[in-house]
């Protein structure tokens, strides 16, 4: 832009130059127009027409320099204008430049900041989700450890009372079978007591009868006084049902 304006401005002050210099000719060319008609004027032996073509040749001289001055000077405010104007163009075209480049860095880096932001708030709400699903992931691993704890005693209860059961009832079947057994012996025991014969005085043999028939009955019958106490032991301890 500035090599454009010097070669204008030199382009005119050539422009203004050769019309100087052809306002320069132009004033010698009428002023040998000039002299030529005064040498005529001479030759015709007239001073005044000599002298009054002289003052007029030197009028439009002087006319035609001052018409020459102001084209260069129209010339020169003419240059100066345009010099003007483009100076002004380019330094609002700079400014413009200036304040785009501005904008667009300002817009840049709010557009960073932006993504930034966009980035953080991303990583932040990845790292709650994943804190998230861990803690899920361990609640429901703990909730599954819980259950198959509590599934688990569960049946080992149910085992237990299941083993409890089996054994209550083994329990009752052999107390049972003790008890049938005692009550057995007990109901032989008494069916080999012996009833008491009474014989006439006259027989012979009857106090031997009577006390081997006492003394066997008496051992029966403590016999089955002992299986007795053993069926009551029995019975008192006999297995309560399983809760």
């Not at 127009?33 to 030759?43: D, F, G, Q, V, Y």
């Not at 163009?89 to 501005?102: D, G, H, S, V």
Request: charged share 30%; no cysteine; hydrophobic share 45%.
């Amino acid at each position: 832009m500035k090599r454009t304006i010097t070669i204008v401005v030199t382009l005119l002050l050539l422009l203004v130059g050769y019309l100087g210099w052809s306002s320069y000719k132009s004033r010698q060319a009428e002023t040998a127009r000039t002299l030529a008609a005064s040498r005529e004027a001479a030759a015709k032996g007239s001073i005044a027409e000599r002298l009054a073509a002289e003052q007029k040749a030197a009028e439009q001289a002087a006319e035609a320099a001052k018409k020459a001055a102001e084209q260069a000077r129209l010339a020169a405010e003419k240059a100066a204008a345009e010099e003007k104007r483009l100076k002004e163009t380019e330094a609002a075209a700079l400014a413009e430049r200036l304040a785009a480049e501005q904008a667009a860095q300002k817009a840049a880096s709010e557009h960073a900041a932006a993504l930034a932001a966009q980035k953080a708030a991303a990583e932040r709400e990845a790292a709650r989700l994943a804190e998230q699903r861990a803690r899920e992931h361990a609640e429901a691993t703990r909730a599954r450890q819980i259950a198959m704890e509590k599934l688990q005693a569960e049946e080992a209860a149910q085992k237990a009372a299941a083993e409890r059961e089996t054994a209550r009832l083994a329990a009752i079947k052999l107390q049972q079978e003790r008890e049938a057994a005692l009550t057995e012996d007990i109901a032989a025991l008494k069916a080999e007591l012996e009833p008491r014969i009474i014989y006439s005085s006259e027989y012979k043999r009857r106090p031997h009868y009577d006390k081997t028939l006492e003394l066997g009955n008496e051992r029966i019958l403590a016999r089955i006084a002992e299986l007795n106490a053993q069926l009551e032991t029995l019975q008192a301890a006999r297995p309560a049902a399983t809760p």
